[in-house]
């Protein structure tokens, strides 16, 4: 029904689909939930990669060469 309703409202499809053929076979594929799951997983992993991240970007508070903490004007 959705295809006729289609129709309706932009004839010019009619002329690119004149056998009314407007969806092709094919497979269902369920994704109800699925997507707040990916969601999810997304957030965390980007948490984890912000975290690794900023420890990589932090100044460095102790010397690396004597090992002791350098003193910062904060």
Known sequence: ??????FER???LKYK???RHFWCRGY???TVGKNAKKIQEYIQNQLKEDLEYDQMT???YIDQF???PVKTNR
């Not at 029904?1 to 289609?6: A, E, G």
């Open 58 to 60: 932090l100044k460095e």
């Open 28 to 30: 269902y594929v369920d």
């Open 17 to 19: 689909y004149g056998n």
């Open 1 to 6: 029904k959705s295809t006729l309703m289609i």
């Open 10 to 12: 932009h004839a010019n």
């Open 66 to 68: 004597t090992g002791e």
